[in-house]
């Protein structure tokens, strides 16, 4: 596809459980990026991929929450005994490499732990 | 380090007025990047217009515009000619060279008919 896609759309889970979001950029950027929304707020930045390596995860809240890029493609975020303060959308954003390129954001998902 | 901090929640103005956001940062950095973010309902972030710090120049995109003071660390949008589809959450953000996006709280902007 043309742009950054993400799967699920929305996802509803309950308190406890593991979830993954996946994120699909853009063919040939080979920086990703991954920000939480909550209700209110502006987006936030939790980890940054440069191909396959998280060249930043200073933004992941705490050891529940994890990221992968195998491929240096499609990204997984895991977030394991979801609580429900994990509520929110998360972004992802793609960008053609580090250093000030335009990043290019998907629809996010928006995760409900209940 | 960087903050963004937009004091104006909520605005609202009639169709085919100017309207101007609001927003100040704080950075360190010597080189960065501000913009301003669209999302609408959609929740899709889409770039509206974006300012480099070394270029005194205030950037441009058809009825958007910024005024960039660079000393006082203020970037406002100046939306003109206002259209029901400029309804949206806008963002204020900034990016220096660790690649992190900051954003600020936003300004939800209602476009009244």
């Known amino acids: 596809g043309a742009g950054v896609s993400q799967t699920p759309s929305n996802k509803v889970t309950e308190k406890g459980k593991y979830v993954e979001l996946r994120c699909d950029p853009i063919?040939?950027?080979?920086?990703l990026y991954w920000y939480r929304q909550s209700l209110g707020q502006g987006p936030e930045f939790l980890i940054y991929?440069?191909?396959?390596?998280?060249?930043?995860d200073s933004g992941l809240p705490n050891d529940r929450f994890f990221a992968v890029r195998p491929e240096g493609s499609v990204s997984t975020l895991k977030i394991q005994r979801t609580e429900r303060g994990d509520s929110a959308v998360y972004l992802c954003?793609?960008?053609?490499?580090?250093?000030?390129?335009?990043?290019?954001f998907g629809p996010g998902t928006r995760l409900t732990v209940l | 380090a960087q903050t963004v901090t937009q004091s104006q929640p909520e605005m609202s103005v009639q169709e085919a007025e100017t309207v101007t956001l609001s927003c100040t940062y704080d950075?360190?950095?010597?080189?960065?990047?501000l913009f301003w973010y669209k999302q609408p309902p959609s929740r899709q972030m889409i770039l509206v217009i974006r300012?480099?710090?070394?270029?005194?120049q205030n950037a441009t995109e058809n009825r958007f515009s910024v005024n960039f003071q660079k000393a006082a660390k203020s970037f406002s949008l100046k939306i003109s000619d206002s259209q029901l589809g400029d309804t949206a959450m806008y963002f204020c953000?900034?990016?220096?060279?660790?690649?992190?996006?900051?954003f600020g709280k936003g300004t939800r902007l209602h476009i009244l008919p």
């Open positions: 954003a793609s960008s053609l490499g580090a250093s000030y390129n335009e990043q290019f």
């Open positions: 063919s040939g950027h080979t920086a």
């Open positions: 991929f440069q191909g396959t390596g998280a060249a930043d």
């Open positions: 950075t360190s950095e010597s080189n960065y990047y």
């Open positions: 300012q480099e710090a070394y270029k005194q």
């Open positions: 953000a900034s990016l220096n060279r660790d690649d992190k996006i900051i």
